[in-house]
């Protein structure tokens, strides 16, 4: 700048060895700015430039008013960007611009001064302005504190001054914005007065109503709201005595009943009106109605009194709303004594039931019904049974409920002793079983081998089939046993097998023994089934081995390969106790008849049945 920036190059040598100089200029690096160099006839002009340096300052409205709750919020607010107690420039912010704007290229320099620059609001009304940030960033905030009121109210009492003494000490009382519920104050004390405190009088821009309300209304009284003030009117409390009566004298059995009986009503022991007549006209029957339940803050005791009736006592029940009088004349009474005979062999058959029901009968008509059984003795006393029925004596009988079996016969050795027997209904039939023993000589076959001289026998299998028909004994007749060879043929060799040997099968017979056993089975046994009678047999020293189940026939068969295995007597026992036991010898070594028959036998017995 002290040259003015300007500068001359003087006294430079044209050649250099005969040859022309050629002359240029150049600037070294200024920060910040870029260099042109413009050549004209040997003047140098250097020409630098600067960019000014800008920036954007953005500015945001926030608004602090409970979302515009009491609707004062303006539509728009003026804002200017200033530098000092200049204004640079002016703009309006509203919700079309989201309440946002940005100053954009703003120099950031003045004559080598960073410019400060701030912002301002007009003034808005009912709010308070609070601007925050700096240099790039601002933001304007708006307070508005919402309206407050407050509502006072009162309680009035309207009770006589608590003449029954069922003022409560205290009362709730709930305050409703628009009809929610705001809050909740206990009112008592001498004034009874309420207040509710800082509300807030708009909701989004919308008054509030505030109404009050009781929070429980004390029993007894009435509510009612006029603004803010409750009132509450006591009602006097009444309640209904309601008096019956009760005849306990089995519907005036003995026709002593009075036709009608006074009672009386009675507060704290004082009498209160005139003595009611209670009949069959009222039915017994009788309410006192409208009854205050306090004088002068006292509850009143009532109580109802019954007149003395002769020949029955009373009895009170019932609370202080409903008095039941139960009169009782005590009849003369009986006792009935009841006794089970059981004549069945002492229940040796098993047909005698757990219990039986005997019912009793007054006069011919039903009176109830009681049960007898082994935990009772088979006996029982029924007690206080009513000796007369209007004036007239009564008959007592008894019948009992079927019993399956037995015949019922009924006695008694005079008007309250009863013997009830039971008859074990027995049927008795003569019924025959036979046996038969024979002699079988069974066929079989065996294979016989040829390896190199040495011979071995093993039994492949049963051959025989079918018995045919033995005898004419009685239930004896065609039979096809199912068979298997005994264990004592099964013999096993401990050559090794060889390959290439010649075979041939060899027949070879046998003896062999059956027992036949008749029985018919629904007269000995009932139901029994075939392995109970299996278990009997070994019972009695029979031991079956090899048997069908019992047949259409109602006969069994045992094989034996031993004669010695035949038993020497068949016996006969029932454990059911329907059949006598008997028993038959078996003659096992007698030589066999042409048809194979060794031995053979028949018995009668006689069979008892129970019928139902």
Known sequence: ADNDWRATFKNLPVNKNGKAIVYTVNESKVDDYTSKIINCCGNYTIINTHENIIKNISVVKVWNDQNNNDGVRPEKVTVHLVVGDETVDTIILSADNDWKHTFENLPVYKDGVEIVYNISEDTVSEYETEITGSGDNFFVINTHNGIKINITGNKVWNDSNNNDGLRPENVSVRLLADGVEYGVVVVSGDDWTYKFENLPKYNKGHEIKYTVEEVEVPSGYSVTINGTTIIN?????????????????SNNNDGIRPDSVKVQLLADGNEMGDPILLSSNNSWKHTFINLPVYNNGHKINYTVEEAPVDNYTCEVQGNDTNVVFINTHINDTVNLTLNKVWDDLNNSYNKRPENISINIYADGSYVKSVILSKETGWNIVVYNLTKFNNSKLIKYTVNESKVKYYNTTITSDDEYNFTITNNLKIVKRTCVWAWRLIGINETYYVEVTDDYNHTRIVPKAVVKNKVSTIG???????????????????????????????????????????????????????????ADFVAILKANGIDPVMSNAWNSSGFLTFDYDDLEKVPDSIELHDNGGHVQDSSDNVEKYKAPSSSGVIDEGKIKLEVVEIEE
């Not at 009117?233 to 019956?244: A, D, F, G, P, R």
Request: aromatic fraction near 18%; proline fraction near 4%.
């Open 233 to 249: 009117t006591y009602e006097i409390i009444t309640k209904n005595i309601s008096v019956s009566k009760v005849w306990n004298d």
């Open 472 to 530: 004419k004994t009685r239930g004896i007749g065609r039979y096809s046993p199912r068979h298997s060879y005994p264990n004592k043929y099964r013999k096993q060799s401990s050559w090794k097998p060889y390959q290439g040997k010649h075979s041939y099968k060899r027949m070879m017979s046998r003896e062999k023994y059956r027992l036949f056993i008749f029985l018919c089975q629904k007269c000995f046994f009932g139901n029994m089934s075939y």
